[in-house]
């Protein structure tokens, strides 16, 4: 298995611009989560789904924030417009609702806003 | 909701010294612990995961412990190597449901060759 896909794996934008997030989750996991990790917030749950149906959106910072996932292999997290303060790392985890609860990171965006 | 506090965020020994991460949760129907490993940037990689219905679990030179009772548990690593330098975070949730898992600060170890 390939493991968690995201994409970009770099991102440069100027402040205003829309910043899009790809992830791809391993095949057959159910629940995919969405972390923003900087150095101040340490990692932060932004939201997760599960069965494609998003659970907990808590984390989202604000409205310029959202995210879909329109079916099981494939999500995105959206930052309109964007702003310096969004500088981070972005992960995407996902995860197969059985015992094992093991979260599987993808290798994450890194993302700065100039 | 859940609360993990994780301890130290940095810790420093020697090559062949042993380290000792600890780390408390505040919910007592969390039953499902793993430990995560970040190399400089890397992803966040599964190290070990311990459950409520044992209370030590060993793979190497890694060892993770739980005191129900007290709601902590702590990472053990023996004969550190400077491959082991990185950010460990230790984590909280509920098995087989929708919990979603709460995560500690992290700790940044360094080993020293």
């Known amino acids: 298995d390939a493991g968690v896909i995201q994409s970009p794996r770099h991102e440069v934008t100027e402040m205003g611009q829309e910043v899009t997030l790809r992830c791809k989750p391993i095949?057959?996991?159910?629940?995919l989560f969405w972390y923003r990790q900087t150095m101040m917030r340490g990692l932060e749950l932004l939201i997760y789904?599960?069965?494609?149906?998003?659970?907990?959106d808590s984390g989202m910072p604000e409205d310029r924030f959202s995210a879909k996932m329109p079916n099981a292999s494939f999500s995105t997290l959206k930052i309109q417009p964007s702003e310096p303060r969004d500088s981070a790392v972005y992960f995407c985890?996902?995860?197969?609702?059985?015992?094992?609860?093991?979260?599987?990171f993808g290798p994450g965006t890194r993302l700065l806003v100039l | 909701g859940e609360n993990v506090e994780q301890h130290p965020s940095t810790l420093s020994v020697q090559e062949g010294d042993s380290a000792v991460i600890k780390c408390t949760y505040s919910?007592?129907?969390?039953?499902?612990f793993p430990w995560y490993k970040q190399e400089l940037g890397k992803r966040p990689q599964l190290i070990i995961d311990?459950?409520?219905?044992?209370g030590e679990k060993k793979d190497q030179r890694i060892a993770v412990t739980l005191n129900k009772t007290a709601k902590h548990f702590s990472l053990h690593i023996t004969e550190t190597q400077p491959e082991d330098s990185a950010v460990y975070f230790c984590?909280?949730?509920?098995?087989?449901?929708?919990?979603?898992?709460?995560f500690g600060r992290g700790t940044s170890l360094i080993v020293h060759p």
């Open positions: 985890a996902s995860r197969k609702r059985d015992l094992q609860e093991t979260q599987y």
């Open positions: 095949s057959g996991h159910n629940s």
């Open positions: 789904f599960n069965n494609n149906v998003p659970i907990d």
């Open positions: 919910d007592s129907a969390s039953n499902y």
């Open positions: 311990i459950r409520s219905n044992v």
């Open positions: 984590a909280a949730s509920i098995s087989g449901g929708s919990y979603i898992p709460t």
